[in-house]
């Protein structure tokens, strides 16, 4: 199963193209927010490379968010405009869970905080621990100020997210040793992480309908426009 897997949620432009779980080629690159602009020639880029066309790919994975509202829609209305016009199936992930993932080689029994600048002095966060290698969601999705999040830290934990930017000295204030800090590296998702999340999904059967996959706005009483 040939899988174009896009994440537009955040400054990083993230393409990439699965065989199954096997990343063929992919395409990780800071652009601030150009997306509409560069996503669709990064897209014919990484066809090219890998001597494919679009016609050949089987299914499509997009990250849902929570990021950028804008991006979000670019990256999520691409997809399904692709898996209309070719009649293929659809998934979408979660941007947090593509996050953590990242750190499944190497944090095993430690508690992961994945955190996202939510702008409004708010933050999109989870947590997340590693048992055996397999990654378990221990809280859901969340869109809190960060001092929620830090009340939830028990214990030692790891924190990767473009939040670290903003709200990386309060948190260290507060938790002191029991933070760690990953560095600009980990801050944003990378297609690869999209497109195995987005085969597991899809050989389980989880596709979405092509006319109401859309991405993951969290709303809650933090997030509101005064008037």
Same mark, same amino acid.
């Given at each position: !199963?040939?899988?174009?897997?896009?994440?537009?949620?955040?400054?990083?432009?993230?393409?990439?193209?699965?065989?199954?779980?096997?990343?063929?080629?992919?395409?990780? #690159?800071?652009?601030?927010?150009?997306?509409?602009?560069?996503?669709?020639?990064? =897209?014919?880029?990484?066809?090219?490379?890998?001597?494919?066309?679009?016609?050949? =790919?089987?299914?499509?994975?997009?990250?849902?968010?929570?990021? /950028?509202?804008?991006?979000?829609? =670019?990256?999520?209305?691409? !997809?399904?405009?692709?898996?209309?016009?070719?009649? +293929?199936?659809?998934?979408?992930?979660?941007?947090?869970?593509?996050?953590?993932?990242?750190?499944?080689? /190497?944090?095993?029994?430690?508690?992961?905080?994945?955190? =996202?600048?939510?702008?409004?002095?708010?933050?999109?966060?989870? #947590?997340?621990?590693?048992?055996?290698?397999?990654?378990? +969601?221990?809280? /859901?999705?969340?869109?809190?100020?960060?001092?929620?999040?830090?009340?939830?830290?028990?214990?030692?934990?790891?924190?990767?997210?473009?939040?670290?930017?903003?709200?990386? +000295?309060?948190?260290?204030?507060?938790?002191?040793?029991?933070?760690?800090?990953?560095?600009?590296?980990?801050? %944003?998702?990378?297609?690869? %992480?999209?497109?195995?999340?987005?085969?597991?999904?899809?050989?389980?059967?989880?596709? %979405?309908?092509?006319?109401?996959?859309?991405? !993951?706005?969290?709303?809650?009483?933090?997030?509101?426009?005064?008037?």
């Amino acid at each position: !199963m040939k899988i174009l897997a896009v994440d537009t949620s955040s400054r990083m432009l993230c393409v990439a193209i699965a065989d199954g779980d096997r990343i063929i080629s992919s395409h990780n #690159r800071l652009i601030g927010f150009e997306h509409s602009k560069m996503l669709v020639p990064a =897209i014919e880029g990484l066809l090219k490379k890998s001597s494919l066309k679009i016609g050949g =790919i089987d299914a499509f994975a997009v990250g849902l968010g929570p990021g /950028s509202f804008t991006g979000l829609r =670019i990256g999520v209305s691409a !997809m399904k405009g692709y898996a209309f016009a070719l009649e +293929r199936p659809i998934t979408g992930v979660s941007t947090l869970d593509a996050l953590a993932l990242r750190l499944e080689s /190497s944090a095993d029994g430690k508690d992961i905080y994945t955190v =996202i600048d939510a702008k409004r002095q708010n933050i999109y966060w989870c #947590r997340y621990r590693f048992e055996n290698g397999k990654m378990k +969601r221990v809280t /859901s999705y969340l869109l809190t100020p960060p001092e929620k999040m830090i009340k939830s830290v028990k214990s030692k934990s790891v924190f990767l997210g473009d939040a670290i930017d903003v709200y990386g +000295r309060d948190i260290k204030k507060a938790l002191k040793a029991k933070a760690a800090f990953l560095d600009k590296g980990y801050w %944003y998702p990378k297609a690869e %992480y999209i497109a195995r999340l987005g085969y597991e999904k899809l050989r389980r059967g989880q596709s %979405y309908d092509v006319d109401t996959i859309a991405p !993951m706005y969290m709303h809650s009483k933090y997030c509101q426009v005064k008037k």
